[in-house]
């Protein structure tokens, strides 16, 4: 799994990453037209963005599933379910290393459009890595359906890191 993978390069909880990668996308046994009213239920905190675009909200759902169904209470681990799509500002290494993860082993077909940029450069850092991928988005951010404002946090922390 890649974020195990990532954890050992970057001196990193292994078996947390493992069960990070396991878990993170867990909410997708809630569909998306129901993620909204669940995610209410759970009494998440739901922003705009998400409400617009519900397919962002998975990320704060897993976390609660992973930790009241899969009895996960390592907070590493539950920060960076919760924000393995977006990232946020004031990440963690450990964070960074499953938002990379997630990136780099993509849930579509074939290679994603901007792996050569997070290859490029992961051997610096894993936030310089995350920061390649997330200034691609800022740099199109036009194109998207929505900015998630744990994005623009991500960029701007990041911007700060990794000058
Ligand atoms: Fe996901």
């Not at 569909?31 to 675009?53: H, Q």
């Not at 082993?105 to 991928?133: F, M, R």
């Not at 994005?151 to 911007?159: E, G, I, M, P």
Request: hydrophobic fraction near 40%.
């Amino acid at each position: 799994m890649m974020s195990e993978k990532l954890a050992e390069q970057f001196d990193s909880d292994k078996v947390a990453a493992f069960n990070a990668g396991l878990l993170h996308d867990i909410s997708g046994i809630i569909p998306n037209s129901k993620r909204i009213s669940f995610a209410e239920d759970l009494g998440i905190t739901i922003l705009p963005e998400e409400r617009m675009f519900p397919m962002i909200i998975h990320q704060k759902i897993s976390r609660v599933i992973a930790n009241e169904v899969f009895n996960i209470d390592n907070q590493q681990i539950l920060s960076a379910i919760e924000c393995h799509t977006t990232l946020k500002g004031d990440s963690t290494k450990f964070d960074n290393i499953v938002f990379v993860a997630d990136k780099i082993e993509w849930d579509q077909k074939g290679t994603p459009p901007y792996l050569n940029n997070i290859l490029k450069s992961i051997d610096l850092s894993i936030y310089h890595a995350s920061y390649a991928y997330i200034k691609l988005l800022i740099n199109q951010k036009d194109n998207l359906k929505v900015v998630h404002p744990w994005l623009l946090d991500a960029y701007n922390d990041l911007t700060n890191k990794v000058n």
